[in-house]
């Protein structure tokens, strides 16, 4: 994955994350209940991890770059992914 596909990646699940904590934050607004409460504040804890995810490729991008760069020549070169990286490995 390169690294605009991660950003990209990154915004998307921020955003689907906003609109999810939104509709919580809509229940618990019109609804105000235990169980909302808790769903909001579910909701909120997913979308600061997706933030948090977005703002460290953000920080280190050249990190990031740097452990692709290294993944795709150790998959050339002896047919695996390097074993250690600096940085997390997006799923595809």
Do not use: C
């Not at 950003?7 to 934050?25: L, S």
């Not at 909701?43 to 692709?68: C, G, P, R, V, W």
């Amino acid at each position: 994955m390169t690294d605009w596909d991660l950003m990209k990646e990154y915004i998307h699940n921020a955003m689907q994350a906003v609109d999810r904590a939104h509709a919580a934050g809509e229940k618990l607004r019109n609804h105000t209940t235990p169980e909302h409460f808790d769903a909001f504040k579910e909701q909120m804890e997913i979308l600061h991890n997706h933030l948090n995810a977005l703002k460290q490729a953000l920080e280190h991008e050249s990190t990031y770059s740097m452990d692709e760069l290294i993944d795709a020549l150790s998959e050339m070169f002896s047919g695996h992914p390097a074993a250690f990286r600096r940085t997390q490995r997006v799923e595809e």
